[in-house]
């Protein structure tokens, strides 16, 4: 055009990325592109485990986690490049994109946030060896003690998704300590329960209190980290996920038998006290304030975004609560709830959950829907979450009938219950640490090996109950136990990473409460499959607890075994030839795309499958 001052860029060879003409374009376009649009807030990042991870490029398979990137983004500098020059791979990715400069709170915040993990996880495990307290304290019915055990994971589950996304859409922050406040008040209201009615109402309050926490959690870890680091915070999180589900009976048998059985049930609440009221000056201090970018610097568009992605989707709301909870009221009350009419539920869930999807994806084309039904097209986030649904399956019900077995079938005590189980609990702890370290190099042939070694450690298990007797059992379980709590160690943190690696950060809250919320429904599901097969074998054998054991733990390894497949199928899919997609015309290539987040940034030159 006439009048205007514009050159030419130097044409490159369309060589791969460390392609020395492809480079000098990129060099000049940045030289002498000048902007015309007013400036905006930098982006918030999206990238997973390495450099390229979070984003998927023109070469990555459709919908597929780009394996090949599933490496430090400062491992060897590109070819042609020495060691003291820049390479496009090795620099700071942050600067290139507009990301910020990593928090420096960020490990101190991120103890905040796995103190209050653990809190609500401590939650669902420790009322297990309390039971029998609470019966001898507030002279409780059984059926009123299924509702302290299986409220409290029906709220949870209901509160996962909604809270994730108002965290999105508001602030992580001041979500996170309104959950705080509530989740230690409640607790307080649980433990000075003078009957029944009073602790269920208060434990149905804790669940959603709780369910107002979490999500916040997977959030901030994806706000806060990238890159390998990210994985080491999952890891720690997966650390904490195992060690409070598997610690809390022992914690419970420790506060019962100091307290007393009569009102020892009282400080299995009261626990949570101190914790939630000193983690609170901490999380105000130390969590970000604004997901990024903050407001008061963004641009035009990005506000238009922000906008955006502050509209709630109150029907998606009631749509998910309902369908949720006509799910997981039948799975909680199995042993309560008698007659066949319960299981009419489930086809109300499905009915329910249907009209869910079909208005997420009208209420999508205008606004931002509730969960974004285009993550599901990754791939990474689709297997895993359902990998995640079905191992919860098996692993919540491990700790379940193995505290059955022990203290009603054995007669242990809740503290000697406890102790037998924290094998289980050291092995997964550590290996979650060390799971998150190295799964950017080893990605979700990782996981296999850890659903392997549980599925060995539990069939290792319900041998020894057979070689001894009495107080020999808990010595003999506890090689098998250490040996499959390692296993999960290296199946939980790295698939919620893995899971988590193509979500942009917009989004994290919301995706981390879809799939928490599959992990609720498996251990619902868990707890139901395994408890009734538990509970028939006994009624039918005449009180044999080793055998009912031994059919409750094939039905764990089964569930564990059919995560397993989930993951072989990962593995083997992402290693098909697939066709490039920059072969494909335009609109199949955006069809199959991972939808973006609303504040994500173009992805940058260099960002392309090196073995494309």
């Not at 926490?213 to 994985?231: A, D, N, Y």
């Not at 094998?423 to 979650?432: D, Q, R, V, Y």
């Not at 850890?450 to 379980?477: D, E, K, R, Y």
Request: hydrophobic letters at 45%.
């Amino acid at each position: 055009m006439k009048g205007r001052n514009v050159s030419t860029p130097p044409r490159g060879h369309g060589g791969p990325p460390g392609d020395p003409a492809e480079r000098a374009t990129g060099a000049w376009r940045r030289e002498h592109t000048a902007p015309t649009d007013p400036p905006h807030a930098p982006h918030p990042p999206h990238d997973g485990l390495g450099d390229n991870q979070g984003r998927a490029s023109a070469d990555d398979p459709p919908g597929g986690t780009p394996r090949t990137h599933l490496r430090s983004a400062t491992t060897e500098p590109e070819p042609g490049h020495t060691p003291d020059t820049p390479s496009p791979r090795t620099e700071d990715t942050s600067a290139a994109s507009g990301a910020p400069a990593p928090d420096a709170h960020r490990w101190p915040a991120l103890a905040v946030c796995l103190v209050a993990g653990f809190m609500t996880l401590l939650d669902i495990s420790i009322v297990n060896v309390a039971l029998p307290s609470i019966r001898n304290g507030l002279h409780t019915p059984n059926s009123a003690l299924q509702w302290v055990l299986s409220g409290y994971a029906l709220t949870y589950g209901l509160m996962l998704v909604p809270a994730g996304r108002l965290g999105d859409a508001r602030s992580r922050r001041g979500v996170f300590m309104v959950g705080l406040v509530l989740f230690t008040a409640t607790s307080a209201l649980a433990g000075a329960a003078q009957n029944d009615v009073w602790l269920v109402l208060a434990r149905l309050a804790q669940g959603l209190s709780a369910g107002v926490l979490m999500p916040q959690v997977s959030g901030f870890i994806q706000q806060l980290f990238r890159g390998p680091e990210r994985g080491r915070a999952f890891g720690l999180l997966g650390a904490t996920i195992g060690v409070s589900t598997a610690v809390g009976p022992l914690l419970g048998g420790l506060l019962i038998q100091a307290f007393g059985a009569q009102e020892g049930w009282r400080w299995v609440f009261y626990v949570n006290l101190p914790i939630g009221i000193a983690a609170l000056p901490f999380a105000y201090r130390l969590l970000p304030r604004h997901p990024y970018p903050a407001p008061g610097h963004q641009g035009e568009r990005a506000q238009g975004s922000e906008r955006k992605r502050g509209r709630f989707d109150p029907l998606g709301v009631v749509l998910l609560g309902a369908g949720t909870a006509a799910l997981l009221l039948p799975l909680v009350q199995e042993q309560q709830w008698h007659g066949s009419g319960k299981w009419l539920l489930i086809l109300v869930a499905a009915v329910l959950l249907a009209a869910f999807v079909g208005w997420e994806h009208h209420y999508g084309r205008n606004a931002e829907p509730l969960v974004d039904l285009g993550l599901f097209r990754a791939s990474s986030y689709s297997h895993g979450a359902l990998l995640s649904l079905v191992y919860f399956a098996g692993f919540t019900a491990i700790f379940f009938i193995f505290t059955l077995y022990l203290q009603n079938g054995l007669h242990y005590s809740a503290l000697l219950a406890g102790l037998s189980i924290t094998p289980f609990a050291l092995g997964s702890g550590g290996a979650a640490a060390v799971g998150g370290r190295v799964v950017h190099r080893f990605g979700r042939p990782l996981v296999v090996v850890g659903l392997i070694m549980v599925a060995v450690g539990l069939c290792g298990a319900a041998v020894a109950v057979h070689i001894g007797s009495g107080p020999h059992v808990g010595w003999l379980t506890a090689a098998p136990l250490l040996f499959a709590g390692i296993g999960s160690g290296l199946v939980i943190s790295p698939n919620q990473t893995l899971t988590l690696s193509e979500v942009p950060v917009a989004r994290a809250g919301s995706a981390g409460g879809v799939l928490q919320t599959g992990q609720r429904i498996g251990s619902a599901v868990g707890i139901a499959a395994v408890g009734s097969v538990f509970f028939a074998h006994i009624a039918s054998h005449h009180g044999d607890w080793a055998g009912a054991l031994d059919v409750a733990v094939s039905v764990s390894v089964a569930f564990v075994l059919l995560a397993l497949l989930i993951a072989l199928i990962d593995v083997f899919s992402g290693r098909l030839p697939k066709r490039s997609a920059r072969h494909r015309p335009a609109h199949a290539r955006s069809r199959h795309a991972t939808h973006p987040g609303p504040t994500d940034p173009p992805p940058p030159p260099h960002a392309r499958n090196p073995e494309g």
